[in-house]
């Protein structure tokens, strides 16, 4: 079975632009999360969705958004990009939201010059 | 949210045992104890969890004290494959609240020496 893809797995912006990472779950996972991981530190939380509603979301400016479709895909979208932007980008899928082990993609490294 | 505590590094033989240990003495009664790693250049990936017991599966095993105030993962024969950090995360079961969310602190860097 395929694990969790994510794409694309490298990007390179510039200050300013804007940004879609796309994530599609194992099939049958119905909640999709997404990290940042900058260099060095280990992941940390942005936005949690289970059945195409926001079930959490961590300390992120607006900037960020994310929404998930009804095939349970997700996409991560964050204006305005600002150099501190540049990490890699998780994407996580579980078959529920609160107690089942989550599965990861291999991420999206963004870079912002 | 429960913090947990774990060395920076850790160094190991190959095919030796290997014992990573992780402190969480505000666990609360409900919250599970998760254990991910991530390899170079890879998500993280699902190692084990348990409660209360003791618990074993293909890839580790994990040990949690009777208080359940520090926990130990256990690989039993180190590979070159398992150099990678590694996470203790503890984790609410959360029934019907709205997040599910994995906390990851700095973890343990393990190195497997041939």
């Known amino acids: 079975d395929a694990g969790v893809t994510q794409s694309p797995t490298h990007l390179i912006k510039t200050r300013g632009q804007h940004v879609t990472l796309r994530c599609s779950p194992i099939?049958?996972?119905?909640?999709v999360s997404w990290y940042q991981q900058v260099l060095g530190q280990g992941p940390q939380f942005i936005f949690q969705y289970y059945e195409k509603e926001e079930r959490g979301r961590g300390n992120f400016p607006d900037r960020f958004s994310a929404r998930q479709f009804p095939n349970y895909s997700s996409e991560l979208n964050v204006n305005a990009l600002l150099l501190g932007d540049s990490a890699l980008y998780l994407c996580?899928?579980?078959?529920?939201?609160?107690?089942?082990?989550?599965?990861f993609g291999d991420g999206t490294r963004l870079s912002i010059l | 949210d429960a913090k947990t505590t774990q060395p920076n590094s850790m160094e190991s033989n190959e095919e030796e045992p290997v014992h990573l240990p992780c402190n969480h003495s505000t666990i609360s009664g409900t919250d599970y104890i998760h254990w991910y790693r991530q390899l170079p250049s890879q998500g993280p990936e699902y190692v084990i969890h348990g409660l209360t017991s003791n618990v074993n599966n293909r890839m580790a095993s994990l040990a949690i004290a009777e208080d359940r105030k520090s926990s130990t993962l256990i690989l039993h024969r180190a590979t070159l494959r398992d150099a990678a950090v590694y996470y203790c995360i503890l984790r609410a079961p959360n029934y019907g609240g709205s997040q599910g969310n994995l906390i990851f602190g700095k973890g343990t860097k393990l190195s497997v020496k041939p």
């Open positions: 996580a899928s579980s078959f529920n939201y609160y107690n089942q082990p989550q599965h």
């Open positions: 099939s049958g996972h119905k909640s």
